[in-house]
């Protein structure tokens, strides 16, 4: 099968456009990291190992993805033949965008583990670790049969592999989403506190911002994929900035918690502990009827505990504001975090 005729703007437009967006975003996601580095720099490690990764992978990423730009726009100047080839990077880019989902799709899966409200929400957050994996594997093993040849006919061949690739982030993506969209929802409903309602509020919106970008770019990398590979680079902006917006997700989720830490104060503390969210169980008695009445009692952490008395009608509500002396376990915390997507 022999691979159709490529002309010269739709591969150097495109891949221009990509290169540059890239780039843009790499910045965004420098400033993200700037600033969690002056307000969480007490974080806890496993927040920090993430953070890191991300960084180096993505100016891997980034580096790879220059040299592709470079050999189209620089080294095969005037010389459209070249554009049937392929340079060592090339394979670079399903690579690191796979490995970069992963890394923020476990992140996620981990989040919805530790909310869980049931068994239910436990095996998606197994579903969706097993998904992630799916997608990253494949990704790397197309790539890796790829790069033995770098040929268009070799690419075309590959074409369900990649497509499997995307497919399987894309459903990962949703799933993220939905699960902690019903998870956020639900404990939204269960509040009786304005101030925890406006809190998960926020949250939620992240979280469909932060979901609906990657969906949408997932999307359209697979439907250009899917419709322009072999003819053009048309799916290559989609595909540079995906692994970006995965990044950029992960470090909103991280900035947006709390921090008391102040950029010009070096010995300041940031609050590390995620928003904690907790259903308990107050009776009270009318005459001589019971009643039960559950109410939300939003928490965080700090250096110290106060509990205050809240009124429902003529009736009291006691609520509490609980600080934890010491960080949570690092895996089973004993409280359901909250955390964006």
Same mark, same amino acid.
Request: proline residues 5%; hydrophobic residues 50%.
């Given at each position: ?88 990077? %090339? ?5 690191? $965008?796979?490995?970069?989902? !992963?890394?923020? *799709?476990?992140?996620? +899966?981990?989040? /919805? @583990? ?104 997932? %999307? ?5 994929? $899917?419709?322009?590979?072999? !003819?053009?680079? *048309?799916?290559?902006? +989609?595909?540079? /900035? @995906? ?99």
């Amino acid at each position: 099968m022999e691979a159709p005729a490529i002309d010269f703007m739709p591969m150097i437009a495109p891949l221009f456009v990509a290169n540059s967006l890239n780039w843009l975003a790499l910045g965004a996601l420098f400033v993200q990291i700037y600033y969690y580095t002056q307000h969480f720099r007490t974080d806890q490690l496993k927040y920090r190992l993430i953070v890191g990764v991300l960084l180096i992978l993505e100016l891997v990423q980034t580096a790879t993805t220059t040299h592709q730009a470079w050999y189209y726009g620089v080294t095969l100047w005037n010389n459209p033949a070249g554009l049937l080839t392929f340079p060592w990077s %090339a394979c670079s880019v399903p690579i690191m $965008a796979g490995i970069i989902a !992963a890394v923020a *799709q476990i992140f996620y +899966a981990w989040r /919805i @583990w530790m909310l869980a409200p049931n068994w239910g929400f436990k095996g998606m957050a197994i579903l969706i670790v097993l998904l992630a994996l799916l997608q990253a594997l494949t990704s790397i093993v197309a790539s890796i049969i790829f790069a033995i040849f770098l040929t268009p006919e070799k690419l075309l061949q590959l074409h369900s592999a990649f497509e499997l690739w995307v497919s399987s982030s894309f459903v990962t993506d949703v799933l993220i989403a939905a699960c902690m969209l019903w998870i956020l929802y639900t404990a939204k409903n269960q509040s009786g506190w304005s101030r925890s309602n406006n809190i998960i509020g926020r949250l939620i919106g992240i979280t469909v911002g932060t979901g609906l970008a990657i969906a949408l770019c997932g %999307a359209l990398t697979l439907a250009l994929f $899917a419709t322009t590979v072999g !003819a053009s680079f *048309q799916y290559l902006p +989609a595909a540079y /900035i @995906w692994g970006k917006l995965y990044s950029n997700s992960v470090m909103v989720s991280l900035n947006s918690r709390r921090s008391t830490t102040s950029p010009g104060n070096s010995t300041a503390e940031a609050d590390s502990y995620p928003l904690s969210i907790h259903v308990s169980h107050q009776v009270f008695r009318r005459g001589d009827d019971e009643r039960s009445t559950g109410a939300a009692t939003p928490s965080w952490a700090g250096r110290k505990s106060s509990s205050n008395v809240a009124s429902v009608g003529n009736k009291p509500v006691p609520f509490a504001v609980k600080v934890d002396a010491a960080p949570q376990p690092d895996m089973f915390p004993s409280s359901k975090e909250v955390m964006p997507a």
